[in-house]
């Protein structure tokens, strides 16, 4: 007896149309992989630059450290005809001493080519308030944390920890200062002097940059610089910071003091935005799927790829 599916008749029509099925699916796929690619490889690519006349804003956000990609973005800045001015939008605790020093001598190279305005909104301390006077005036809330100008250097004395649980602690070094302080021992008075010596000269320089910046005797700046906060609204009354105020009142002087077009769109410059979106993990995910292929681990590769999948026939 001759069953359906043993019937030319009938096994040609199906068997065509299956591999046009097959021919769509594998157009699908291409296509699907050719979109994918284009747009993980816009995930990766520099922030857009704006043609037209843009207020670029620089966000300086947690804790600062050294940060070439930062250094590299705000010597473009200097050099885009289209920024007109720079807004550095600050919310911070502070950060390392090199960061902060990093970040004021870019900021400062910035200023001599074109306006930078620095607006505080909840944190503005230490090595955060390094940055702000690095720009030419400084805006802040009323009532956000600022100030705290100094340096210190932390240690834990963990030695009853380790006796206790059991572990000793030992090193053999170069020199009686190496790698100290010690993790399992209080700090030494030798150890202690060399420690302040080290805060202290950082701690002078602080001191001599805010009286330079805010054109205060450095008298009064010692005064201030005993590692204090204050609120916004003290550190205008204490000559600290210039205004109260935000973004809007930021743009507004830069209008009135250097003649820069209020309107101009604030386009945002630094840190680049995050590429990876919900259309790009759909894609990929669905290219996966499709072929069997993981695309992530893919593009991750430099040049030309052997790559091995188990067929789906």
Known sequence: ?????????????????????????????????????ILAYARFTAVWTPRADTLARVEIGGT????????????????????????????????????????YESLRRLAEVKPVV?????????????????????????LSIVGSIGVFYGHVDAGGLLENIGIDYDKVASGPLKAEPDID????????????????NSYQWFVDIVAERREMPRARVLALADGR???????????????????AEAIAWLETERGIDADLPVVKAFPPPERTNWLVEWLVSSANSALGVDLDRVMALDGLAALWHPSSR
């Open 64 to 103: 600062i450290t050294t940060d070439h990609e930062r250094t590299r973005r705000l010597a473009e800045l200097a050099e885009d005809d289209a920024v007109q001015a720079v807004i550095v939008a600050i919310n911070s605790p502070g950060g390392t001493t090199a960061g902060g020093e990093e970040l």
């Open 185 to 200: 021992e209080p700090i030494t008075p030798e150890i202690r002097e060399s420690l302040a010596a080290l805060v202290d």
């Open 118 to 142: 620095a607006v505080i909104d909840e944190l503005g301390a230490s090595a955060a308030y390094m940055t702000a006077i690095g720009t030419d005036r400084i805006f802040t809330r009323r």
């Open 1 to 37: 007896m001759t069953q359906l599916g043993d019937d030319p008749v009938h096994a040609i029509p199906a068997t065509r149309a299956l591999k046009r099925s097959r021919g769509r699916w594998r157009l699908f796929a291409f296509l699907l992989i050719a979109l994918a690619v």
């Open 229 to 247: 906060i204050m609120t916004g609204a003290m550190a205008v009354d204490a000559g600290l910071m210039d205004a109260i105020g935000g973004e």
